[in-house]
């Protein structure tokens, strides 16, 4: 089994039962075995203008492979109404994979550790609730020495 850390966001909809909704899809999957959930934050929102977020994080153990959890986490999306459109722009539901195990990935359709997570106090903050020792291996350094350093 391996660990992992996942992003949620929303600000389109009525995001805090799209984010239980996705939770709830995770805890069902036969492959997923939840461990914990943060509460949700609103934040303001990076990029153009658009309505604020909710934000929150989820850890948990699978047996699927990197590309066949991101996978699942597109099906969610796309379950919950979310049309990739502009790359910046407000959406129903957005679920990025962060942590996997001590992995470094580097593919075109998959980066783990997520690429920007380090810079994003809304990953941060949610995540240093739930996995404070969990190390991002890019940095080496742990999520709530991170979530110290990131501007809010
Ligand atoms: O990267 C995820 C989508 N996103 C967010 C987000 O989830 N939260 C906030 N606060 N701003 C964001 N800008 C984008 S794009």
Not at 46 to 74: K, R
Not at 90 to 103: N, V
């Amino acid at each position: 089994m391996s660990w992992c850390a996942i992003g949620l966001g929303s600000n389109l909809g009525d995001s805090r039962s799209i984010l239980a909704g996705a939770i709830e899809r995770l805890r069902s999957h036969s492959q997923i075995e939840l461990i914990a959930v943060s509460r949700w934050h609103k934040t303001a929102p990076i990029g153009p203008p658009q309505p604020d977020y909710l934000n929150g994080c989820a850890t948990l153990q699978t047996s699927l492979e990197p590309l066949d959890l991101l996978n699942v986490l597109h099906s969610i999306e796309a379950e919950f109404g979310r049309v990739r459109q502009e790359v910046w722009g407000a959406r129903t539901l957005d679920l990025d994979l962060l942590l996997y195990d001590d992995l470094i990935i580097d593919l075109p359709s998959l980066q783990v550790p997520h690429p920007r997570m380090i810079e994003r106090a809304f990953v941060l903050v949610p995540l240093s609730e739930i996995a404070p020792d969990a190390i991002e291996p890019r940095s080496g350094q742990s999520i709530a020495i991170l979530c110290k350093q990131v501007e809010i």
